[in-house]
């Protein structure tokens, strides 16, 4: 079928089921004999556990530490020297180190008498100091998560790379800004379903999950059992953005009972539990220092930064890729010669912060992009000059940055004016020259920024981490019918793999993309993948489909060569037939051969069938970088601190895309999220270390009335190391809108002397931030003269 | 996130419910459109041992129109009245705070007594009925008493419901044809609880002047005669007459004094004069 491949904006094909409400998500599975567990969870951040009271009659269905002396706690220990490990007890022992930590087990017939068993233990705490500040958390005299470490630093990094140099620049500006605590929101929350079938030996665990093969190995290495007794299941995933990444303890509890109860185990995790007890990330403090000449051209950059890693390092990522990330992508898409940058990944009495969509780069885009609109202030310039004087040049690419990035391909400077070309940034100047009619305040913000994806073993054999993707392999295979079977270890949680993929495919074979199945989310069928991350799957699973479906064209061709009685030079394959020059035979032809006429075949013929099982990697493994620009123009409220997106432009390259449609869906979702880091999203601790927020009254997310509709610009630099030159846009969305909304929101208040550097912008914030620069200048007038 | 075991009922007559209500030996809530109590039940901050579901009694679903008022059972929805099923005596305020509430999903089932007994100080129904000056009734043993919805709200969270007492009904005057009412919430999103709300009544033919400002930590701040701040309510332009300053001192003196929080209440209630609406 033509017109299905590359580049064609087919509707999803899962969205047929999901669209009818027939979608199948853990929570929707039944199993005979289920029981529903609920968890004992520590209602203190920080505190001994002096004893645990089991009511009697609950004693055979509550199960603590004591009870899982065999199983061992989750390590995930980065190889980046002078990292400091934790060890993530499964069920607390001894101690307790965040709210919502794990401290028994209990099972019953349904959810409500489970929590009624919880609500009936009793636990003795001898509580300790919370460390609930990532900043005095590094303090000598800090209380101590993990004694034995002597502080309370996973991981300290340093680069300098000839600092001085720019010392004598003559615009130096420093400035602290921070992101906030969030807590990443996908629709269907987590959830475990477990059973022990004793006819495979086997633990089959159904999780709703983005790398099920990673939770096989570390689940394998906890309950200290062989891999091959371990099937992981992911079945519909409602949402990921990083959280469905996790192994997490619950996950290990729920295969431990289901391997001793004798019936299957179910665990859902509710909004509260998502809320309070999991799912955090995003917590950056950076202190930031920018060198600059008086035109605008970039020195350097200085940077102090710290990131709120929480209490344990999560297993596969570590407690440390967040900040260490921070250190190389920090100089964002500019060229410039000095650079100096330490960080510091600390424990906290805080959930473990996990990877969320777009990961360190959120808060690394905020942070430099706001500091370049400070550049832009300080020299008289336009944001937009000072990016276009210091951004990477297209005759540059393929270009090493400073900390040896390599941006494989694209032209920066294009983006950033194309995106300038969607709004009328003249007319914007003069109608702030005047006062609007309703008292508001126009500003409006650039960001642009480029991402790295689809990152491979020479990037992630240096972080040293548990997991280092190598070949991504997929398979394809005919099957009698002439229909297509792929099948890869990456999942999709939202990505609509089940339509792409299947592309990919058709734009080798020709094959309907209705003929094409895709089987995923499931270790027994798949072949072994480090799963969905790091806008990797387009890249790695895309180029793995492609390359195991032309070895199987190739097979076919020979098949269909030897019936069409030609040479295999002479046929070529169409729109899925094998064409030769006098004559033609249909994939259909070649596959029932193959299966159900084998008496047709040569003796000569490939063994290996109409089925191929192949690894994939770039040419290239140090990444695609994809690029946006993004601009937001705003109204803020001066009285009430509202801030209105009036409007808001992306122009990206994505190198070619798979499926434009898909893609713009990516970036309208990444932009919703953005929009939420921007504006609403903040997961606050009070200093015992209680999370503040327990629901979607207290922790906010954007809803459709809060996100507009951008207008989207398209570019198209075909990566050079890829098949077909894609490049990872996944989470690029999610990066930029804090950056461009902040920047819009300063320039709103510019005449205030107002500069917000922290998110979210909430009401307040603004408010305190004009209230604190009126009586900055209030303090600066001689007495006797009003503002 | 799942209830504690209840008894659950479902009386068809007031005289039903307040017999159920009034077993001392028992934790028992009413239930409404539970769109606050499903959540609290959910998270156990509520848990009861009998739940009296109040929507199946006829009463409550009534309205009475009279020359001078209007009063309507306590299980009338916000979308009763958005949707004009109850008649607005309001020149229009009614059915404009209604639309304002949270999603149509929570209007479609949520109910005024609900809201009102719930008494969160940031729900739309405490300030606008305040400001309108309408009155509860409530039902117990001890028979019936009708008060300024006002008193209502003791505090956050809190009623002033004796034991064994249920709010029955809700009566709301009529305005005049001179009335004129403002009503603007500051909210950080679509349907989510205000932070800052200021309303008005300037009805000068009835004599009645109120200004209200809600959304505050606790009960609204209710001022029943409101001359000093927006006049005698025949000004053309009612934001013209308004005195920020006199204002300012009240929701001081009732104890808000962090400047952010008093500039957003009174610039919610500056933005409420400024678009006064008319019959």
Known sequence: MAGQGIGASLLRKEDDRF???????????????LRDVAFVRSPVAHARIRGIRIPPQYKDVVFTAADLKDVKPIRAVSGLPGFKASEQPILAFEKVRQVGELIAICVADTRAEAEDIAAAVEVDFEELPAVHDMLQARQPDSALLHEHWGDNVFLETFVDINMEAAFDAPIKITREISTARQSMAPMEGRGTVAVWH??????????????????????????????????????????????????????????WLAMRCGHPVRWIEDRREHLTAGANCREHYYKITVYADRDGKLRGVECEATVDSGAYSSYPFSACLEAAQVASILPGPYDFPSYRCRTWSVATNKCPILPYRGVARTGVCYAIELMMDAIAREAGLEPYEVRLKNLVRPDQMPFDNITKKHFDSGDYPEALRQALAKIDLPGIRERQKKAEPDGRLIGVGLSIYCEQGAHGTSVYAGWGIPMVPGHEQATARMTPDGGLELRVGVHSHGQSMETTLPQVANEILGIDVAKIKLVHGDTEYTPYSTGSWGSRCAVMAGGAVATASKEVAGLAMRIGAHLLQVDFDQVKLVDGSVVGPAGSVTLQEIAHTWYRRPQDLPPSVDPRGLESTIGYKPVRDSGTFSYAAHIAVVAVDPEMGDIEIIDYVIVEDGGKLINPMVVDGQIYGGLAQGIGTALYEEMNFDSSGQPLASTFADYLLPGPTEVPAPKLGHMETLAPYTQFGVKGIGEGGAIAPPAAIGNAVNDALKSYGVELLQSPMTPRRVLEAIEEARNKRNKRMPEGVSA | MKPVNFDYARPGEVSGALKLIADEGLTVKIVAGSQSLGPMLNMRLVQPDLLVDITGIEELRRFDERPDEIEFGACITHADIEDLRIPDVTCGALP???????????????????????????????????????KVVLRGPAGERTIPVEDYMLGALEADLGPGEMLVSIKVPKLSRSARWGYYKSCRKTGEFAHAIGAFLADPDRGVIRVVIGATESRPIVITDAGNIIGDGRAERLDAAFDSHAVSEVIEAAGMTNPIDKQTHIVALGRALEQAQSA
Not at chain 1, 19 to 33: H, K, N, S
Request: proline share 4%; charged share 20%.
């Open chain 2, 96 to 134: 404009s705070v209604a639309r304002g509430i949270a999603y149509r999903a929570v209007r479609n089932r949520g109910t005024v007594g609900g809201s009102l007994t719930h008494a969160d100080p940031s729900a739309d129904w405490h300030s606008i009925m305040a400001a309108l000056g309408a």
């Open chain 1, 198 to 255: 004793n006819r495979m030996d086997q633990l089959v665990l159904h999780t709703g999950n983005q790398q099920p093969h990673i939770v096989r190995n570390g689940l394998a290495e906890c309950l200290g059992i062989e891999q091959l007794q371990i099937r992981i299941i992911s079945p519909d995933v409602g949402g990921g953005f990083g959280y469905k990444g996790i192994l997490l303890t619950e996950d290990v509890c729920l295969g």
């Open chain 1, 19 to 33: 669209l009818r409400g027939r979608g199948e998500f853990v929570a929707d599975i039944r199993l005979p004999g």
